[in-house]
């Protein structure tokens, strides 16, 4: 399911509302409702200080599906299209992230796969990691065990602490769920395709990891759709390793890579183009790489 960039957005929160504030920030007007399941979560008071629907909703005793029913219905209600989980503290059941699948985010405050399920930074000072992170990642029935969509890095650092090092972590968390918010918006971040999905939008049954979609819909878009089986099945031709190279470069900002080694790849984009231009595509390269140039005006992680 493609959503729309100006998709009616959901939060739930449990705390304070740190990254729900950048998420208001980064979405004004699309934030429809924020919902908690602690009546004096400081999220909700944020929200309403911001002119936003704020609601609690209580977790009783035993289970979630009273819980998930009043929510379901809060979002059908109001149009929401995409649920972000911004420190709700709560597993959510099977059903619910099935009926949301690729539709719910969740971050969390290490680099997943490690680290996963509470005390993150805790188990990273424990372990004696040199680095920590973030991760914003499609949500699942398990304990952060979705499909990765963005991840920041930082030092951990001779004496922290939990605190120092939640305090070091949170502006990455800012930058970082705003971003992949905005990737899953465009189209460029999704989980991985089933077979009958690729059939259903492209009329090939094949198995396709996520660049090959990506890929598949560049050439689909540029008129190409005689290349866009090699590029689902994973043939390389001159066209569809452009559209892998523009489609690699495009998320160049978003790989663990040093943020110097991401912008001189950046810098290059005119061999690129220049490629592109050689197989009549310049123009069609040139408008693709632009869907997220504006990335690396934020991008200092």
Request: glycine share 8%; with cysteine.
């Amino acid at each position: 399911m493609t959503l729309a960039p100006s998709a009616r957005l959901a939060v739930l929160a449990s705390g304070r509302g740190s990254n729900l504030a950048a998420l208001l920030e980064a979405f004004p007007g699309q934030v429809a409702v924020v919902i908690s399941n602690k009546r004096d979560a400081p999220a909700l008071e944020r929200a309403r200080a911001a002119g936003i629907e704020a609601l609690h909703v209580p977790w009783p005793p035993g289970g979630a599906r009273d819980f998930e029913a009043a929510v379901e219905t809060l979002l059908s209600s109001r149009q929401v299209t995409l649920v972000l989980l911004a420190g709700f503290m709560r597993l959510l059941s099977p059903g619910f992230t099935r009926a949301w699948h690729g539709r719910i985010l969740n971050i969390h405050p290490s680099l997943l796969p490690a680290f996963p399920g509470l005390h993150a930074h805790a188990q990273a000072l424990n372990a004696g990691a040199a680095f920590t992170g973030c991760s914003v990642h499609f949500v699942d029935a398990g304990c952060d065990t979705g499909e990765v969509i963005l991840q920041k890095r930082v030092p951990v650092q001779a004496g922290d602490t939990e605190e120092t090092l939640s305090r070091r972590l949170l502006p990455a968390e800012h930058e970082a769920y705003p971003q992949a918010v905005r990737l899953v918006l465009r189209g460029l971040a999704f989980p991985r395709p089933q077979p009958g999905e690729i059939e259903a939008e492209f009329g090939v049954n094949v198995a396709a990891d996520a660049q090959g979609v990506r890929a598949a819909r560049l050439l689909r878009d540029w008129g190409r759709e005689d290349a866009v089986a090699d590029a689902l099945e994973g043939h390389l031709t001159p066209l569809t390793s452009l559209a892998r190279s523009t489609d690699e470069l495009r998320l160049a900002w978003t790989t663990l890579d040093s943020l110097s080694e991401r912008r001189a790849r950046w810098e290059k984009r005119g061999e690129l183009l220049v490629q592109a231009e050689t197989l009549g595509l310049g123009a069609h390269c040139a408008r693709a790489l632009a869907v997220t140039a504006d990335e690396w005006d934020t991008t200092t992680y």
